[in-house]
């Protein structure tokens, strides 16, 4: 074989890989993933009357809003999945799986999201600024966040708090991460309802 045929021949084997490997990235489909709230064994004990709680507004720091799930390579070092997806934007998918934890553990059908809709009576209110929420399949997923419980008839602040919840993630896949992302949720949504508790008993 001339040295003219032999590169030939090895350019059109790269562009025959590079075909097949781009063919194949683009059959693969993405996947969808939701952050679930607690189940029902999880319910409190009704309190003296029902509560009224409002959730939000929620704050998320821009390197997660985006469709894709966020890894984290190093504490310097984030990396977005290709084909691992938010089913709903993450900020409004944390809010509502709050909201329903707060229901569930609070005993009371009476949450509202933030932004509502017309002047809801609110009893309690609860302002949460995440500044992370990442991990990595096969290791863990850390929560970090700042909330604040107010008192929404006098606008009076009961609590400001700092939670950092850390949750081993099982398994090696997405399966795993979210779940334990949706344990973390519920990490913090036992601590915001336990401080809403002992603030409607004083």
């Known amino acids: 074989m001339t ?6 021949a090895i350019a059109i084997a790269l562009c025959a890989s590079s075909l097949m490997l781009f063919g194949c990235t683009r059959s693969m489909p993405p996947k969808f993933y939701l952050l679930h709230p607690l189940q029902e ?9 029902s509560l009224s709680i409002g959730v939000g507004p929620v704050h998320m720091p821009e390197y997660l809003d985006r469709p894709q799930i966020v890894t984290r390579v190093s504490p310097g070092e984030v990396r977005l999945a290709d084909f691992e997806r938010w089913a709903e934007p993450l900020k409004g998918n944390f809010s509502r799986v709050l909201g329903e934890n707060l229901s569930l553990l609070l005993a009371t059908d009476r949450i509202s999201i933030f932004p509502w809709t017309g002047a809801p009576h609110i009893d309690y209110r609860v302002i949460v600024e995440v500044t992370r929420f990442d991990g990595a399949p096969g290791n863990a997923v850390l929560l970090d966040s700042r909330w604040s419980l107010i008192q929404e008839q006098d606008r009076k602040t009961l609590m400001e708090k700092r939670s950092v919840i850390t949750i081993p993630a099982e398994g090696q896949d997405f399966n795993g991460l979210v779940a334990a992302q949706s344990k973390a949720v519920a990490g913090l949504s036992r601590e915001i309802a336990a401080a809403i508790k002992a603030a409607a008993l004083r």
């Open 41 to 49: 064994a999880a319910a409190g004990k009704q309190l003296a009357h």
């Open 3 to 8: 040295r003219k045929y032999f590169f030939q």
